[in-house]
């Protein structure tokens, strides 16, 4: 039997407004959710995600104690936003939650506004902030909603010239086109935190894993902070299960490619005014003519989809859409056109 529980204003619409991974999680995961044992149900799950964290270890070659787990990427900021000192930046646009999470600490967030080329929002050759001040800086790379990377020479560079500020480096969004995370430095620089979460790549939001990277000083300065009980024994399997699936990861890659060119190729060759910005992912951002993007929002969701409406201060705005599979693409692409004669 099917229970219905959601309370999503959009869940007769199709999600492609909050980067999930329509693709799906490896059929294996399903399987293994599918073993779970009143064992797994009465008892508490074990403390300290042990079977997570050794396995994620092994995988990124580094000890388990340079990793800190949660529910979600969500939680492992939080987490880190424990010990961050109050002044800090951000470089702009990018995901609001980094904003609440400081707000909600009392602290500042200074923005450092990317420079929007008309195809890519590229980073200002070197952030002008002063040592004294600059005590954190966040960075989502692939960016939210931007959907380009941080180059990993820019982000080494940042690491050596403030060793004395945290570098929070988001990367949960690395594993659509993987090609240059920071894992390998986690060991060399005691200021850098990395975020992963299984929730996007892995396609496994609604078991709410995360997984933060650190130097072990830095994480042993997070351990007060963790919660009691950890990830069910089960969720832990499934995420190490998602994470060697070599041959659904790689189908994941190749359909995710296929998608994005078809949808590139429609949106040129039928004249859609919207403008797609380069992106590492699996989502595009996309410039509104005019101004549109509640428009398009609007006139999307009565064809049944969700999309992300974006506009910042100064910026033209946006709408931010997941890249789904070819099924729901194609249906996509005929909503976008089935909008034309009231967008222009
Ligand atoms: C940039 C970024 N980081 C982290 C997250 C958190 O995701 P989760 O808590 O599901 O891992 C999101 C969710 O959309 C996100 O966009």
């Known amino acids: 039997m099917k229970h219905n529980y959601s309370i999503d204003f959009y869940q007769d619409k199709i999600h492609l407004h909050l980067n999930e991974n329509l693709f799906g999680p490896s059929?294996?995961?399903?399987?293994?959710?599918?073993?779970?044992?009143?064992?797994?149900?009465?008892?508490?799950?074990?403390?300290?995600d042990a079977y997570l964290k050794n396995e994620v270890a092994q995988y990124w070659n580094l000890p388990p104690e340079s990793i800190f787990t949660g529910n979600g990427g969500v939680s492992i900021l939080r987490r880190m936003g424990n010990i961050l000192p109050t002044s800090g930046y951000y470089f702009t646009p990018t995901w609001d939650y980094y904003k609440h999470l400081i707000e909600m600490r009392k602290g500042t967030l200074q923005a450092l506004p990317f420079i929007n080329n008309g195809k890519e929002f590229l980073y200002p050759t070197f952030p002008p902030i002063s040592q004294e001040k600059a005590n954190f800086i966040i960075i989502c790379s692939p960016n939210n909603p931007t959907g380009q990377r941080v180059p990993r020479d820019y982000l080494e560079k940042l690491l050596e010239e403030y060793p004395n500020t945290y570098i929070i480096v988001d990367e949960v969004y690395e594993d659509f086109t993987p090609t240059d995370s920071l894992v390998p430095l986690v060991l060399k620089y005691r200021n850098l935190c990395l975020i992963r979460s299984f929730s996007k790549f892995y396609a496994l939001a609604g078991l709410r894993i995360g997984v933060g990277l650190a130097h072990p000083d830095l994480v042993n300065q997070l351990r007060p902070y963790r919660q009691p009980f950890g990830l069910p024994l089960p969720i832990q399997k499934a995420a190490i299960i998602a994470l060697k699936d070599d041959s659904?990861?790689?189908?994941?890659?190749?359909?995710?490619?296929?998608?994005?060119?078809?949808?590139?190729?429609?949106?040129?060759?039928?004249?859609?005014?919207?403008?797609?910005?380069?992106?590492?992912?699996?989502?595009?951002?996309?410039?509104?003519?005019?101004?549109?993007?509640?428009?398009?929002k609007e006139l999307l969701l009565k064809e049944g989809f969700a999309v992300k409406s974006c506009h910042w201060e100064g910026q033209k705005s946006y709408i931010r859409v997941t890249i789904p599979p070819m099924d729901i693409l194609l249906k996509f692409c005929q909503a976008l056109k089935n909008c034309l004669s009231s967008i222009t």
Do not use: C, G
Request: hydrophobic share 30%.
């Open 27 to 48: 059929p294996k995961v399903m399987n293994e959710l599918n073993l779970w044992r009143r064992e797994d149900v009465f008892h508490y799950p074990p403390n300290d």
């Open 248 to 296: 659904h990861n790689q189908l994941i890659q190749s359909t995710l490619k296929a998608s994005k060119e078809t949808l590139l190729e429609f949106i040129r060759s039928q004249n859609i005014p919207l403008k797609p910005y380069h992106t590492d992912t699996h989502f595009l951002l996309m410039e509104t003519q005019h101004n549109r993007s509640d428009l398009w």
